[in-house]
């Protein structure tokens, strides 16, 4: 359907809105914010819009960024563009109209401040359906454990970028598998390996979104 292919490509291509100067080959035009009015202005369902719109433009930027074809500013300009036509969507996801496919948690671990990494994975993992809880940087296993007990069968993601903080990371995943046995947790960050991974007894590793989004689309296939 053309309308759902305009949008995925605005969103492919960082296009937020028709006032947007970014990508200049498309100045003037609608961007996702009018596209999804638009298409639900014309009876589109709003599931189509987001199954059909915005989940393939986020995943050809997941793609892209994992093979190094853009980068973060890119990446970040896609993530708005969503953001934008999400606006249109919220009140659907809150009747219940459109299904998530799931909740996911994340953080940044305790004693670690980075967030770009942590927010592109949130940004691509809501881009990809799923609710996204963000609890920020520096987060306690305290109130990890708490938000995983508030929302049963979510999935839980740690980030952390400084080899220093990996060792709370491990504190982490060892507290809430003590708790919550069957919690499912994933962890990334520019220190980690797979083999840290397993260490700590983690469910899963990816050095990319993109990896945690597929890893996420196995688990409610």
């Not at 059909?52 to 960024?65: A, Q, S």
Request: hydrophobic share 45%; aromatic share 6%; with cysteine.
């Amino acid at each position: 359907m053309e309308l759902l292919e305009q949008l995925s490509h605005c969103i492919e291509f960082g296009k937020i809105n028709l006032a947007s100067p970014y990508p200049p080959d498309m100045k003037g035009q609608d961007g996702a914010d009018e596209l999804a009015k638009t298409a639900l202005d014309q009876g589109v369902p709003a599931n189509d819009i987001l199954q059909k719109g915005l989940v393939p433009g986020m995943e050809r930027v997941g793609v892209k960024f994992r093979e190094n074809k853009v980068f973060v500013p890119q990446v970040l300009m896609s993530a708005k563009a969503m953001s934008s036509a999400m606006v249109h969507l919220k009140p659907f996801f809150q009747s219940g109209e459109v299904q998530r496919k799931g909740k996911f948690v994340i953080g940044t671990v305790a004693g670690d401040l980075h967030d770009i990494g942590k927010n592109l994975v949130s940004m691509m993992i809501e881009g990809s359906g799923w609710e996204v809880i963000d609890l920020g940087v520096d987060v306690s296993t305290a109130k990890l454990l708490e938000t995983a007990k508030a929302n049963p069968n979510c999935v839980v993601g740690l980030s952390a970028l400084l080899t220093t903080t990996m060792n709370n990371m491990a504190a982490t995943v060892k507290e809430i598998k003590a708790e919550l046995p069957d919690q499912v947790v994933i962890v990334g960050g520019a220190p980690l390996t797979d083999d840290f991974r397993k260490e700590i007894g983690a469910d899963f590793y990816s050095p990319d979104p993109q990896g945690a989004v597929e890893y996420l689309k196995t688990l409610v296939a």
